[in-house]
């Protein structure tokens, strides 16, 4: 089991910025991504930013140039650095952590998911 504490978040107006910050826990062996998702209301839940452990970043096209995402493996954590927030950047962010390991012929994925931090921008 993998447990997830997120940090930062909150109120931040239009051209601000902001950080998140996730730690991971427990069995953090076989980590292999580390990253965000968001959901704002009435949406489904979306990535924003993944980052593997050979530190090939994914962004959204919506963040791209505005997200920074980082990653320490010796310390398992993961942080988003938000910048030129904008309205629809208004959201629920959950840290996410997939880890993987080799179980009989196979590989095997588990998700572990962060309680979620809400991110407000105001106009």
């Known amino acids: 089991q993998v447990q997830l504490v997120e940090s930062g978040g909150g109120l931040v107006q239009a051209g601000g910025s902001l950080r998140l910050s996730c730690a991971a826990s427990g069995t953090t062996s076989g980590i292999a991504r580390m990253g965000w998702y968001r959901q704002a209301p009435g949406k489904e839940r979306e990535l924003v930013a993944s980052?593997?452990?050979?530190?090939?970043?994914t962004y959204s096209d919506s963040v791209k140039g505005r997200f920074t995402i980082s990653r320490d493996n010796a310390r398992s954590t993961v942080s988003l650095q938000m910048s030129s927030l904008n309205p629809e950047d208004t959201a629920v962010y959950y840290c996410h952590v997939r880890r993987s390991y080799v179980e009989g012929t196979g590989i095997r994925n588990e998700d572990y998911w962060g309680q979620g931090t809400q991110v407000t921008v105001s106009s």
């Open positions: 980052m593997s452990t050979a530190r090939v970043k």
